[in-house]
């Protein structure tokens, strides 16, 4: 059985997709209570009305490591709230919802998460080494600490959380409905772009930003569907926050935190260097050595092909 197809051992009915999808909603949103009282109350503070304010502005009124805590802290919320819907809505266990595999395989999620991570951060430090004058140096010891203790506790769950909402339960769920691959593969990477529209890097850079958050949906979705698994989805994005989240910041990004380093650079200079070459170079490339690694074959069939009900015998049926 393949990944999608692990869906067909719960209960898979169309509406339970859809119910799921809301309840899921629901929790993201009850975790987003602290953020917004306590934003409330430090604009009461200030004479600011927050109705009034953008994101950016509503986020600087915060401490950064108390705004990251709570920023974070309604993704963990939502990831538990993905697990009880396939738990109790769909009788489906975490495993199925995260592999096709006899079990959980953590080694593909270390391998890509330190692959990435050393690639990433080792590519930073390269254009701090080129360019210093577009950083400055931000770190603070006590700060850092905290920092580290609510990114390492937070930020997995954050990225753990849109994995198994995009590339898991909408991709199962999607797939088993439409009963094809191609149909969840667009659906949730659009969707998953389209979520970050509000994040301050879109002001900055404009709509053209967009190809990157898209893009990165596909290169995440076409990872889950060739590998019959989360783990390296999981694993990639998990390394792609913590990383940055530790290393550099910069006024006009999502994450705000008391990183290493500060990027005081003009973004839109080099904006469609850094929106191209990951989508167009390095994501293929990384695709290509897993390909390598894990031995995918068959691409059309996993990514385009159709999805149909396995052999009743192969999965147990919930009356």
Known sequence: MNYIQQAYKGLHEGWRYLAGTVIIILF????????????????????????????????????????????????????????????????????????AREKIDW????????????????????????SPED???????????????????????QTSCEEYLFRGYLMQGIGIVAKNRWVPLIVTSVIFGMLHIANPEVDKLGYVIMIYYIGTGFFLGIMTLMDDGLELALGFHAANNLFTALLVTADWTA?????????????????????????????????????????????REKLLGKVTAPPKEDYKIIE
Do not use: C
């Open 28 to 99: 993201v949103f009850a975790g987003q209570i602290p953020f917004t009282v306590v934003a409330l109350l430090e604009a009461k503070n200030q004479g600011m009305n927050m109705l009034g304010l953008d994101e950016s502005t509503i986020m600087s009124l915060l401490e950064p490591n108390l705004n990251l805590f709570l920023m974070l802290l309604s993704f963990a919320v939502g990831l538990l709230g993905i697990f009880l819907v396939s738990k109790f809505l769909h009788k489906l266990s975490i495993k199925n919802l995260t592999t």
């Open 255 to 299: 994450f705000q935190t008391y990183s290493i380093l500060k990027d005081t650079s003009d973004p839109s200079a080099a904006a469609l260097v850094d929106i191209v070459v990951p989508v167009f170079v390095i994501f293929p490339i990384i695709l290509l050595i897993l390909s390598k690694i894990y031995g995918w074959n068959n691409w």
């Open 135 to 157: 950083y400055v140096w931000n770190f603070d010891l006590t700060n850092f600490l905290i920092l580290a203790v609510i990114a390492l506790a937070l930020v997995p769950l």
């Open 107 to 130: 080694q593909r999620f270390w391998l890509i998460f330190f692959g990435w991570g050393i690639l990433s951060s080792g590519l930073v430090l390269l254009d701090y080494y080129m």
